[in-house]
């Protein structure tokens, strides 16, 4: 059997594909797996800088196999429960995370798009959560994740009536940042992936997290949130590539990253 989800290198970028299309791609406990495991390579690896995930086949992911489910078995990494629902809406890396959405994402599916730090959306594609029209509700996140993302009403609408949404409405609120034919979906991601790569891997990274611990902090007129800021930024000011990138810019050249 081919493996669940697979990882392939593209210069600095991961492209890490959900693999079980006669399955819409939905999440078992191989799945799981592999993109845990997936995550933490691109996460080790200095060469890798971006991340970038979809599906194979004509869905990026279906949600919960709940073919799995109805017969009793686990969906989850048994020895990772910590990265959450299919390896990854739990599971934190300080590099940026690309979603290319290549065709419908329903309820867990969704919930990778909102761990997802951007994403490229094909534009016959959807969004949704369904939960509740199955007695369940969104609990990988997207209970969580989607009222901060949009508005709360919209949001509230999405997770009440379980209705899907298309492309040009995600892209509407902000859910996506790109919307392209089918066949530009993951070459649009790659690019967008590209352009991050790019740039120095210190400076990126330090900027995911700094954006990514707001939430834990009040005003940004507060002396913590500062101090965060601050505490993030410093390794990168003292870094080699904080002195590459202006000596770049003066010498008229592409900089040379070293990540240190």
């Known amino acids: 059997m081919s493996e669940a989800a697979t990882l392939r290198r593209r210069g600095h970028i991961a492209v890490i594909t959900l693999?079980?299309?006669?399955?819409?791609?939905?999440?078992n406990a191989e799945l799981s797996i592999a993109v845990g495991a997936a995550l933490e390579e691109l996460a080790a690896d200095p060469q890798l800088r971006v991340g970038v995930i979809t599906g194979a086949g004509r869905a990026f992911c279906a949600g919960a196999d709940l073919k799995e489910l109805a017969r009793g078995n686990g969906i989850g990494d048994p020895e990772h429960p910590e990265y959450?629902?299919?390896?990854?809406?739990?599971?934190?890396?300080?590099?940026?995370?690309?979603a290319a959405v290549n065709g419908f994402a329903l309820g867990g599916g969704t919930e990778f798009v909102l761990a997802s730090d951007l994403a490229v959306m094909s534009e016959d594609a959807t969004l949704g959560l369904p939960e509740v029209t199955r007695g369940l509700v969104a609990a990988a996140g997207g209970l969580l994740r989607l009222p901060r993302q949009i508005p709360p009403?919209?949001?509230?609408?999405?997770?009440?009536?379980?209705?899907?949404?298309?492309?040009a409405t995600a892209a509407q609120w902000?859910?996506?940042?790109?919307?392209?034919?089918?066949?530009?979906?993951?070459?649009?991601a790659i690019e967008l992936a590209e352009t991050i790569a790019a740039n120095a891997p210190l400076a990126v990274r330090s900027s995911k997290r700094i954006m990514h611990r707001v939430n834990g902090f009040g005003s940004d007129w507060d002396t913590p949130i500062w101090e965060m800021s601050a505490q993030e930024a410093i390794a990168v000011f003292v870094s080699?590539?904080?002195?590459?990138?202006?000596r770049a810019f003066a010498e008229k050249r592409a900089?040379?990253?070293?990540?240190e």
Not at 174 to 188: E, F, H, K, M, Y
Not at 240 to 246: F, Y
Not at 255 to 259: K, L, V
């Open 19 to 27: 693999n079980r299309p006669e399955a819409m791609n939905a999440v």
């Open 84 to 98: 959450g629902f299919g390896g990854l809406v739990r599971h934190f890396i300080d590099k940026p995370l690309i």
């Open 153 to 167: 009403k919209i949001a509230l609408e999405m997770a009440l009536t379980g209705a899907p949404i298309n492309a």
């Open 174 to 188: 902000g859910l996506v940042n790109r919307v392209v034919p089918a066949d530009q979906v993951l070459s649009a």
């Open 240 to 246: 080699e590539d904080a002195l590459e990138g202006p």
């Open 255 to 259: 900089p040379q990253w070293r990540g």
